[in-house]
């Protein structure tokens, strides 16, 4: 075995990494003070992690945004794959959500549990003109200073159709976006690197502060959780696929296992885009243009973990510890707010509690029992996000086979390695040279 694990390909350093953290998460547990010590020798360190990750999104997604509007002029209507890729989202995420309250009401994950916990949570209510208003921010430099990523892309998606609008006068300024774009992709490629490392301190502070003790009485939740995942991978997309896009489910999953692995343990969609974005254009073979532009929108608004299965469940789980009876309207409105309140959630680490609140505030149910949940969030926010990302994969490719603008042969070779360069929509696999991605991802 070689020992030099810079080596390893990317799937065992990441393995290799969640054991490690596990191992000395543990032990920090045992010691006493886990929490603190996980202050002040693990969190600093993964803080620094998510850091990389949350700073590379308004750039990325801004660039991304107005690159993709121009592109997309070339391959076809934009207004019809426009409605189609919006059309899918929001039928995926209300299978999502059936999926969700189907597996909720079948395990009953709050039924019988005592107070978990002395303190509320301090959450805000989320309402739905402040989902409108962060639509449609009145500064576009403080919305981007607070991260409010719907505000981003609404401003960009107007830049990138002005730019088009007004022709060559804008196509310097869009080239500049472009090269935009490739330098932070290169960015995120560099910090893809760091991942073993940063889930390496992020698992270890997880087991550090709460141990496996202390998640013994939400293990029921969290089963329901992953769960909902697993019936939404295994049956609910392979279905689509299968069904609507005529392609192979086990070929997908096959290419798209790259984006799908860094989700996972990234935690966050945006920083995944770039790969994920790979993923669709040199191995599932959908449309460069077409892709430059559904991947970026789906990064942002497209939520069936965190913004769907999470709430729905969540929903049960808090009506249930609260012993409140919820009958057919409150489960409607429940994948209403679902399905609907993505649209008020970012793709950075975190989203899912502003799509619970949104959605526990719509049917009335009390915020306070959100501190409860808080604890195992990291636990299942790996879950959720690979399932995010799993479903803003597999709408492109519905969509691209229903306009021709899926490249068959590609979905159905072997994988390519992925490169380490920008998917640029003049540049195919064919086209390009390969170069070995980094750490076998």
Known sequence: MNLRVWKWQFWQQIVLALVLGVAVGA???????????????????????????????????????????????????????????????????????????????????GEGLGKLATESAET??????????????????????????????????????????????????????????VVMQKIVWWVVLLTPIGSFFLIASVVATYGASSLEPLAKFTGAIYLAVLVMLVVGYPVLLRAFGRVSPLKFYRNSWPALQFAFVSSSSLATLPIAQKVQIERNGVHPEYASFAQPLGAT?????????YPAVAAIFVAQYMNLDLGFADYALIALAAVIGQLGTGGTPGPALVALTLTLTTVGLP?????????????????????NVAGQLTVPVLVARSEKLLDEDVFNAVPVELTSGSAAPDETPETRKAAPEPAGT
């Open 301 to 309: 608004i497209k939520f069936d973990g965190c913004g769907a299965i």
């Open 124 to 181: 805000e209510e989320v309402t739905w003109t402040q989902v409108l208003e962060n639509l449609f921010p009145s500064n576009i430099v403080n919305a981007m200073a607070e991260g409010n990523i719907l505000g981003l892309v609404t401003f960009a998606a107007l830049l990138g159709a002005a730019l088009v609008a007004i022709g060559e006068r804008g196509e310097r300024l869009t080239a500049l976006f472009d090269d935009l774009y």
């Open 27 to 109: 032990a920090f547990n045992n010691l006493g003070d886990g929490e603190k010590l996980a202050e002040t020798w693990l969190d600093p360190f993964g803080g620094v992690y998510t850091s990389l990750l949350r700073v590379i999104v308004v750039p990325l997604v801004l660039a991304a945004i107005v690159v993709s509007i121009g592109r997309l002029r070339n391959v076809g209507s934009v207004a019809r794959l426009t409605a189609k890729t919006l059309g899918w989202f929001v039928v995926t995420s209300a299978i999502a959500t059936a999926i969700g309250l189907a597996v909720g009401l079948l395990v009953q994950p």
């Open 367 to 387: 915020l306070e029992a959100v501190g409860y949940l808080i604890a195992i969030d990291k636990v299942i926010d790996m879950a959720r996000t690979a399932l």
